[in-house]
DNA sequence: CGAGCCATGTAAACAGTTACATGATTCT
DNA sequence: AGAATCATGTAACTGTTTACATGGCTCG
């Protein structure tokens, strides 16, 4: 592939698992290329244009296989929708459910797209699966379907969580602005 | 509160929503009584040291009403764990379980500590809620809580996620094995 | 008096985002 | 001919981590 057609995978299904905007993705494919790991070519795009096509290497291969299997040190947390949610007592309640509702309509969504793509890949109905399957012997297909199918799996529990987590919130207000009104009418 | 002071939250239940090592503290602090938006002040440490003891301004107050209002928008994904997943068919099938297992320890652990977090918040036996607490009208105290053990039963509900995806992986594994195992035995 | 804690910094490196910039190609 | 897409970069900035560094305080 070209940084181009990287960058369009990351607007896309892979874009899920990890992301990455074009100015990273060029210096990047340089670095790797310096140190082995993929092999960059030009070739020609049209009469005067050219662009610069990358392939894995063997020790590429080997480097993939050396970060999938190092144990990955987890990461402190960073949550800003939790943190804000721990601070609701300094804003409205309809600004908190303003919140929550944006979070839940776009956690909803996520869902909906995750789970598209979880069922498309289980039925490799996808390009870069197809490609992937097209120079991998026929035996390991099954593998390797199932796997990026339980990394969608694990995106869509996710954002399931979200929404939950959300709706749970929303009824916590409901409850809250109950409790406010009828002290208002108690004073 | 001192740098350390939060320093040493960041260690604790707070770090578990938001987190940050002591070299972005200390320059943070600064920046922010710059901005007028907290007030340092001076203060003597037994008889030669000194330390600097932060509180928020109403400027603070006003910019922290602000950032709760705020709308989120959401961040792209980086999922490492979950990229490694995609490439499971990379490595052998025990190191796959390798990772899947201190995943699943990992967050196992998590939601017992997050859990029993949100309990000791819904019990108010929490030094920085009761300082809190201490300053407020009794008439919000419940709601303060009560946001704050809805933030915590968000982060239990994604580290649970992490841990049920964890086993689904192991299940698959399982399969998978089975599978490899019947193949040879046919071949 | 030494260990462990309290307290605060700087420097360098790395990761990631946003803005600015350019130009060819393809399709209508 | 103009719009949308293909293709690739640099620069500046912000955020985050890791390493290096210092020194007083408290308790046993």
Do not use: C, N
């Amino acid at each position: 592939m070209t940084g181009f057609d990287l960058m369009r995978q990351f607007d896309d299904s892979v874009g899920y698992v990890w992301h990455a905007p074009h100015p990273q993705i060029y210096p990047e494919l340089r670095r790797l290329e310096d140190a082995g790991f993929v092999a960059g070519e030009e070739v020609p795009r049209g009469t005067h244009a050219k662009k610069r096509l990358y392939s894995i290497t063997d020790a590429g291969v080997t480097e993939l296989r050396r970060l999938v299997a190092d144990v990955e040190e987890p990461r402190r947390e960073r949550d800003p929708m939790r943190l804000k949610a721990s601070y609701f007592e300094y804003v409205p309640l309809d600004v908190a459910r303003t919140q929550l509702e944006r979070h839940l309509a776009y956690f909803e969504e996520r869902v909906r797209v995750y789970e598209e793509v979880r069922v498309r890949l289980q039925a490799r109905d996808s390009d870069l699966l197809k490609a992937r399957l097209a120079i991998t012997p026929e035996a390991d297909h099954a593998t390797i379907v199932a796997f990026k199918v339980f990394a969608y799996a694990g995106i869509v529990r996710r954002a399931q969580a979200e929404v939950d987590w959300a709706r749970e919130g929303l009824v916590l207000l409901e409850k809250l602005s109950e409790t406010s009104l009828a002290q208002i009418r108690r004073d």
